[in-house]
């Protein structure tokens, strides 16, 4: 077990709880979002050995080759897969970030409670798919470790059949 990175996820988590009843959604979302962007850069960096993402891969493009590799794989979220549930809270996601304070020039931006109110709805979503992912991720994993048990008990028993007089 990775020590670090359970407790850094042990702190995100708390950060996630503490930021949400406080009402720092901003800080929520851009947990949400790392959360999920590491198990997607884990899994495919796992599902395909040749695949050249880093942690600097932009969230779009892990999103998109984790749901080219996990095709058919991915459960239902809502109305969609997952795949397709993440992909569109990073849209939402990228508004709630950016929309605060920024406007094309000359236009006035979003009035803010309605737009708070849109972030603790993105925060609440991103918590709720950062969860599933993450609980995917885990039994991929758990999948991906029995398979090659068996491979691993498979080639032993046939090196000592081999061996035997």
Avoid at 3 to 22: C, G, H, N, P, V
Avoid at 44 to 73: E, H, M, Y
């Amino acid at each position: 077990m990775n020590t670090a990175k359970y407790l850094s996820y042990a702190e995100a988590w708390r950060r996630i709880k503490d930021a949400t009843s406080q009402g720092f959604y901003f800080e929520v979302v851009t947990l949400c979002e790392s959360i999920i962007s590491d198990r997607l850069l884990s899994y495919v960096r796992g599902a395909d050995s040749t695949n050249k993402a880093t942690v600097l891969t932009p969230f779009s493009t892990l999103i998109a080759q984790w749901r080219k590799l996990a095709s058919g794989k991915l459960p239902v979220h809502g109305n969609s897969d997952l795949g397709a549930a993440v992909d569109a809270w990073r849209l939402e996601r990228n508004a709630i970030i950016h929309g605060l304070t920024k406007s094309e020039p000359g236009t006035p931006t979003a009035q803010v409670q309605p737009f708070i109110a849109r972030a603790e709805q993105a925060a609440k979503t991103g918590a709720a798919l950062a969860r599933a992912v993450s609980s995917w991720h885990r039994r991929q994993l758990r999948a991906h470790r029995a398979v090659k048990k068996r491979l691993t008990l498979r080639s032993s028993g046939t090196a000592q059949k081999r061996a035997a007089p």
